[in-house]
């Protein structure tokens, strides 16, 4: 039996820079759905570019509770940093 994992990522706007934050149980499919402008809340700002992922395990409820803390302030200062001009050296 296959467990099912749930990722939650990042995703930054390269026109915008705008970072949106999701949960997917595949990341890779997911960000291409983004930049071929299938998710409505994110279309107008592609291109996006992943710039954090995270494995959360089986428990959806879980994953979640992270999505919901990297939306907050302190986890867009977080995703923020990541997404800084220094850290991409």
Same mark, same amino acid.
């Given at each position: 039996m296959k467990t099912i994992c749930y990722w939650i990522y990042a995703i930054s706007s390269e026109k915008t820079r705008r970072i949106y934050v999701g949960m997917s149980k595949d990341v890779t499919?997911?960000?291409?759905?983004?930049n071929l402008g299938r998710v409505f809340s994110t279309k107008g700002? *592609?291109?996006?570019?992943?710039?954090y992922k995270e494995k959360c395990?089986?428990?959806r409820g879980d994953t979640r509770k992270k999505e919901k803390y990297l939306k907050s302030g302190v986890g867009k200062e977080f995703l923020n940093q990541i997404d800084s001009?220094?850290?991409? *050296?």
């Open positions: 499919k997911r960000v291409r759905e983004h700002y *592609r291109p996006w570019r992943l710039i395990g089986i428990n001009p220094v850290a991409q *050296r």
